[in-house]
């Protein structure tokens, strides 16, 4: 009866999960073995593929392109090291933002967290391309920062904020605040409030409080955050369009410009294995060592 019940809650389980799995077999690992079979494809002469194992797509963003066909070009590396810096550049705007305001939310009485939370998810009902609009009213030369900076006498000319690292940095914080503030505030409001009252009755000044008690329980947190935020960021190709122009290539633009333009799709589909590498490789380090905590507790 045992093995009856243990077999009958296991055909429940799997019947639960079935459709997710069929789901995500469908549309996500399904799209994902067509990218990798494309990255390593011929690009046709007009547009779409000719099936032969090409791997000078990626000798093209790596080095070992044959210099006839393909050319290895150092700026495929240079957008790549861009995209990168950009997207750690955005991970700790969000976090200086996020981690004290966090702290200052869990304070506030029920009403006034929901209130916050409520204004801090606002953003997500509204479309991005109509907030990064008014990011670009805000940013051109004659806009409400430069006007606001000239009346009250910082500048005595338009600085050139638009289609700069600086307006594509501020455009990702502002979309990306939301995914880095819910799991730091999730990681604070677990923190039990007796090891800090512990910690002050040991002795221990606020800074060592900090640093060993919450700084360490929130970490899970920050963690999820940051890797919430870098890893759209890296991809990103919307906020750099509006406000990087043609300035502020990130390798998102190229994966757009190689599928829609250049009608290059087994290059553009190299550029997008080449990003889903990376965070593969950051979430199963992240995973790894969740899964190497777990087992020391």
């Known amino acids: ?132 609009y008014a990011w670009v009213l805000i940013l051109r030369n004659s806009g409400f920062a430069n006007q606001f900076l000239e009346l009250t006498g910082f500048i005595s000319e338009p600085l050139n904020l638009m289609f700069s690292g600086t307006a594509v940095i501020i455009g990702m914080v502002y979309i990306f605040i939301p995914f880095m503030f819910l799991p730091i505030y999730s990681s604070v409001e677990k923190l039990d409030k007796s090891l800090l009252q512990a910690s002050e009755d040991l002795g221990a000044t606020p800074f060592i409080t900090f640093r060993k008690v919450i700084f360490p329980l929130t970490l899970p947190g920050i963690v999820a955050g940051c890797i919430l935020v870098f890893i759209p960021s890296l991809g990103n190709f919307v906020v750099p369009d509006l406000l990087g122009g043609a300035k502020v290539l990130m390798i998102g633009n190229m994966i757009e410009q190689q599928f829609l333009y250049a009608r290059n799709w087994p290059f553009g589909a190299t550029l997008s294995m080449v990003i889903i590498f990376m965070m593969m490789i950051i979430l199963s380090i992240y995973l790894y060592k969740s899964a190497k905590q777990q087992a020391a507790l």
């Not at 799995?21 to 779409?48: A, D, K, N, Q, R």
């Not at 790549?80 to 700790?92: I, K």
């Open 1 to 132: 009866m045992k093995i009856l019940g243990a077999s009958r809650k296991q055909l429940m389980l799997l019947a639960l999960l079935a459709p997710t799995s069929l789901f995500l077999l469908i549309f996500f690992v399904g799209p994902m073995l067509i990218m990798l079979t494309y990255s390593f494809l011929e690009p046709g002469l007009y547009g779409g593929v000719e099936w032969n194992f090409y791997h000078w797509n990626y000798g093209r963003v790596f080095g070992w392109a044959d210099g006839f066909y393909e050319e290895f070009d150092t700026v495929y590396l240079e957008i790549l090291l861009r995209s990168v810096g950009l997207a750690v550049a955005t991970v700790f705007c969000t976090l200086f933002i996020c981690y004290p305001v966090a702290f200052w939310v869990s304070t506030l009485s029920p009403k006034k967290k929901a209130l916050c939370i409520f204004l801090i998810t606002l953003p997500f009902f509204a479309s991005m391309v109509v907030r990064l």
